[in-house]
């Protein structure tokens, strides 16, 4: 089972990226998912996730409003869509699935797949 996330880069402040998290060796079309986050000197940290059944969705605080996770069961993939990016949006992302729940968490303990991240610079 491997989770690989891709489509970040380096963008300027107030430009958008989409990632994504594609799954491959078992469906995870109806379990939660989730995307973390980990800036350089600061612990990895809850940035959205959505459940399994019927698509709820959840976002930390910083990125309300600015970030939307969405996900195609068909293609086992989960998309984070980032706009109205700031410099402090920083990081390494990482997705993350709950393999035999269709909850959400915002505990990175809840996950039992982790991807390998992906590099988002967003400079001023």
């Known amino acids: 089972v491997q989770l690989q996330a891709s489509g970040g880069g380096l963008v300027q402040a107030g430009d958008s990226l989409r990632l994504s998290c594609a799954a491959s060796?078992?469906?995870?079309?109806?379990?939660?998912m989730g995307w973390f986050r980990q800036a350089p000197g600061k612990e990895r940290e809850f940035v959205a996730a959505?459940?399994?059944?019927?698509?709820?969705?959840y976002y930390a605080d910083s990125v309300k409003g600015r970030f939307s996770i969405s996900r195609d069961g068909a293609k086992n993939t989960v998309y984070l869509q980032m706009n109205s990016l700031k410099p402090e949006d920083t990081a390494v992302y990482y997705c993350?699935?709950?393999?035999?729940?269709?909850?959400?968490?915002?505990?990175?303990?809840?996950?039992?797949?982790w991807g390998q991240g992906t590099l988002v610079t967003v400079s001023s």
């Open positions: 060796g078992r469906s995870f079309s109806t379990y939660g």
């Open positions: 959505i459940r399994g059944s019927g698509g709820t969705t």
């Open positions: 993350a699935a709950a393999w035999g729940s269709s909850d959400y968490s915002t505990r990175s303990d809840f996950y039992n797949y």
